[in-house]
């Protein structure tokens, strides 16, 4: 069924809350979608649904928002896609949004991808860059696809509103401007407990000990080439002599030697640290993708043609069993005159 595009204004943002604050990625959307209101000279919306979400409008304003939508009930107390939907339907079938646009969480993915089927409208998962035609109101959704080797710039011409879910981080947020105000719009619609498929019972947190590796400034990845557990051992003898984070390439995570949260690739986390080891590890283009902007690569592979040569700084032909024990006995000297001299200078510089 074709529909009449330009019944369709406005760039919108859903808001999602945890624990009663707007979560980051909310925010950053706000920064991306203001510029795109600015630059097609329209309204930046926000959609808030939860339960005693109200008082969250200002921040919204301040940080870009021209008019928030709020559906404030206890039967929004928490995440569940089903009053959700019903909600941001309603609010997209009354004041008919041109683009609308998700954080690329659990719950901005579950979200979005069950009003683009029930709306219908196209939607473009993880996107990492957001532009839009002056013009047409056209939004290029642009997002990394075959491994990262080629950027994909995704539209959608014919329906409405254009729908895309953003990573976090991706995007910045604006400084926040106390002054800023705007546009309450309340909504309610009737949802019944009683009717809702899915119940609360309970919320559990967990505390996970993350890798962290996205912020390390340095970090010492190790592969398949460590031979075993125990030689990937020297993978973490390494990075503890020289403070860095512990990365692995998927074959180390799949042989058991390391949990899956130091995985660096496609399917881990991408990371830009200062220096970069990847040590008997071959350079497969899904690890590339996770690391190829470090500052500095420094590879060690006992085969000279391995891919991993063509995107390092420098390369050590040679077998890491024997190389790493050597370097961290040299580390184990060097980096105790090191931090003392640093400590000198930081004192002259202090005194
Ligand atoms: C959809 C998809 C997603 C993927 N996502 C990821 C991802 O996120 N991250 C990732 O890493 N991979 C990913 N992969 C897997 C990827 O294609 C490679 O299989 C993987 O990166 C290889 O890991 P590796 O380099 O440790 O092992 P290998 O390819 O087996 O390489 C081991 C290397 O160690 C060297 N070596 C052996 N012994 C020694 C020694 N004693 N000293 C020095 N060097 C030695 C060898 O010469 C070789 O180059 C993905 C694959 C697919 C299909």
New binding site residues.
């Given amino acids: 069924m074709a529909m009449n595009v330009s019944d369709y204004q406005g760039i919108w943002v859903y808001i999602e809350v945890k624990d009663g604050t707007v979560a980051p990625v909310s925010l950053e959307l706000l920064g991306a979608g203001r510029a795109l209101a600015d630059k097609r000279g329209t309204e930046l919306g926000g959609v808030l649904i939860g339960s005693g979400v109200k008082s969250l409008a200002p921040t919204l304003f301040a940080y870009g928002a021209d008019v928030v939508y709020v559906y404030d009930d206890p039967i929004f107390a928490h995440y569940r896609t089903e009053p959700y939907m019903r909600a941001l339907l309603d609010c997209c079938q009354k004041y008919k949004p041109e683009v609308l646009l998700y954080g690329a969480t659990p719950t901005g993915k579950d979200l979005a991808s069950a009003i683009a089927t029930d709306l219908p409208t196209g939607l473009t998962a993880d996107t990492t860059i957001l532009d839009i035609e002056e013009d047409t109101g056209l939004l290029l959704a642009s997002r990394p696809a075959f491994?990262g080797n080629i950027m994909a710039t995704i539209l959608c011409k014919k329906y409405r509103p254009q729908m895309a879910t953003v990573r976090p981080k991706v995007m910045k947020a604006l400084r926040p401007d106390p002054e800023r105000t705007g546009r309450i719009v309340e909504e309610q619609i009737e949802l019944h407990e009683e009717e809702m498929r899915t119940k609360v019972l309970e919320v559990v947190r967990e505390t996970v000990k993350k890798a962290r590796i996205d912020e390390a400034e340095i970090i010492v990845a190790g592969?398949?080439?460590?031979?075993s557990k125990e030689g990937f051992q020297l993978i973490h003898e390494l990075a503890n002599v020289l403070g860095a984070a512990v990365g692995a390439?998927?074959?180390?995570v799949e042989a058991g030697w390391i949990s899956h949260d130091h995985?660096?690739?496609?399917?881990?986390v991408t990371v830009t640290p200062k220096i970069y080891f990847a040590?008997?590890?071959?350079?497969?283009?899904?690890?590339i993708v996770?690391m190829q902007n470090s500052e500095l690569i420094i590879a060690?592979?006992?085969?000279p043609n391995?891919p991993?040569f063509q995107s390092c700084h420098y390369g050590i032909v040679?077998?890491?069993?024997e190389i790493v024990p050597l370097l961290i006995e040299r580390l184990k000297e060097e980096m105790p005159k090191r931090r003392a001299s640093v400590d000198v200078k930081e004192g002259v510089r202090h005194a």
């Avoid at 390439?249 to 180390?252: G, M, P, Y």
């Avoid at 040590?279 to 690890?287: M, T, V």
């Fill in positions: 491994g592969g398949k080439g460590m031979g390439s998927r074959d180390a995985q660096v690739g496609q399917t881990g040590i008997g590890i071959s350079g497969a283009i899904q690890h996770g060690i592979n006992k085969d391995a991993i040679g077998d890491a069993l």
